[in-house]
């Protein structure tokens, strides 16, 4: 499988370097050359099929020859030892969820993914690989527990001081061994403004490679296209699906399962008030901004960096985008009353981010009547007890695998916003100089 620079077509990369790149050197999206398309008997099966077995046949196709067969084996059962589960919520609609792994979202499934990937490629080449994270909160810790003691990679991330939770720090900086969790004294734009500067112009040598994991990173993407195979096979009811988006991943990856043959009807995207896409999807003008704070706050992003992907799943023609896409968004107040109300209607306790997915398809299927579908739940509500408790009037469980982090002693560099002052940290630690 060959993969095509978004911003110059004609600059092709295979898997191995587009996963070790992250992103070209003009900031171009790698994206794959084909959507590799599975076969009938592969549809057929899927019912039967478990996540890590569904990972590992359409993953092959994306790998191609870069990892061979029994490596990308085992990068899958490492990566995905954790359920994926689907509920019945009522007559018209399930949820997916994909909160049960390590950090208790969705990240997991991307950033472990990746993380096997890099494993194995920085073994084999003898560089040590040095991976830059910006970070406002979320993907952080995902980042980091998945690459806590791979060898041969050190991972750097960077948030802004005092602007993540307690408990996303301490998923960053309590960590220690080959995670280094950098403080800066500035906003997420500065950290992502450093990491971006230093990949683009920093000389390292041939012992050290740079690089990126953000989740423009197509080893990211990849992976969670595999759970919409697994929802649909094992849906009982129709294949609506809506995703909760902000820089438009997860919902891309969806499309290329779609592509790939996967039996899907019709995709919503669902946002919070940062409506850049719906408002694209209705008006056809495409008006980037500044990003707002809200309580599905992982969703808080004004330019999605995944947008050009999911439309060139379309041939970028808007009139399939919207004939295969809705839109729809939802402020804070529309979001604690639907979970004030899911719950009493149905028991089921939504994080914000989910019940902006459970909104946005019960929108949909209200135009729909004849439809039914599933939405993505991609947090786990004890993630966010400070909103979810007091609307539903109960505790929430915090899951088994964060409890720790509640407490811990972190450990970060604090550090002035600025590319040179990561320049000379990574220069001095690694004697680049
Ligand atoms: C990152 C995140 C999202 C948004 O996903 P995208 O792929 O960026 O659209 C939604 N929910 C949660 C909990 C997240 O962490």
Redesign the pocket.
């Known amino acids: 499988m060959r993969y095509y620079n978004l911003k110059d077509p004609r600059l092709k990369v295979g898997f191995r370097d587009a996963v070790m790149r992250g992103i070209s050197s003009d900031m171009g999206l790698f994206m794959p050359e084909t959507i590799p398309v599975m076969e009938p008997q592969f549809f057929e099966r899927l019912p039967e099929l478990s996540l890590t077995e569904i990972a590992i046949e359409v993953g092959a196709r994306y790998v191609g020859n870069d990892i061979p067969s029994a490596e990308l084996e085992r990068i899958c059962v490492e990566a995905f030892d954790f359920p994926v589960v689907m509920r019945e919520i009522d007559s018209r609609k399930q949820v997916l969820e994909l909160f049960h792994g390590p950090t208790a979202?969705?990240?997991d499934f991307g950033a472990r993914f990746m993380a096997g990937c890099f494993s194995y490629f920085a073994s084999h080449d003898g560089m040590r690989t040095v991976v830059l994270v910006a970070t406002s909160g979320?993907?952080g810790g995902a980042i980091a527990s998945s690459f806590l003691g791979v060898e041969g990679v050190d991972v750097i991330i960077l948030y802004p001081s005092g602007k993540v939770s307690t408990l996303q720090e301490n998923q960053m900086a309590t960590l220690g061994h080959n995670i280094t969790a950098i403080e800066v004294e500035g906003t997420f734009d500065d950290c992502q403004g450093m990491v971006k500067d230093v990949l683009t112009t920093m000389e390292t040598g041939n012992r050290i490679r740079l690089t990126s994991a953000n989740?423009i990173n197509i080893a990211r993407l990849i992976p969670q296209s595999f759970y919409y195979h697994y929802a649909v096979g094992h849906a009982g009811c129709g294949k609506v699906i809506s995703?909760?988006?902000?820089?438009?991943?997860?919902?891309t990856a969806a499309a290329m399962a779609w592509r790939s043959g996967l039996d899907i009807d019709h995709l919503v995207a669902a946002t919070n008030i940062n409506k850049v896409v719906p408002e694209y999807l209705s008006s056809g003008v495409y008006a980037a901004s500044v990003s707002l704070q809200t309580i599905?706050s992982?969703?808080d992003?004004g330019n999605?960096g995944?947008f050009p992907r999911l439309t060139r799943l379309f041939e970028d023609d808007f009139r399939r985008i919207t004939s295969g896409i809705s839109g729809y968004w939802f402020d804070d107040t529309r979001i604690r009353e639907h979970i004030r109300q899911e719950f009493r209607r149905t028991g089921y306790i939504l994080?914000p981010?989910g019940a902006v997915a459970s909104l946005g398809l019960e929108r949909y299927l209200e135009e729909h009547p004849e439809k039914s579908g599933i939405f993505v739940e991609?947090?786990h509500p004890g993630k966010f007890t400070g909103t979810v408790e007091p609307l539903i009037e109960t505790n929430v469980e915090i899951p088994e695998s964060l409890r720790g982090f509640l407490e811990g002693q972190k450990e970060s560099v604090i550090m002035k916003s600025g590319s040179d002052q990561l320049a000379d940290f990574l220069a001095s630690r690694y004697s680049t100089g």
Request: glycine share 8%; no cysteine; hydrophobic share 40%.
């Open positions: 979202a969705f990240k979320d993907t989740s995703v909760p988006s902000g820089n438009f991943g997860n919902i599905a992982a969703m992003v999605p995944n994080d981010h991609t947090a």
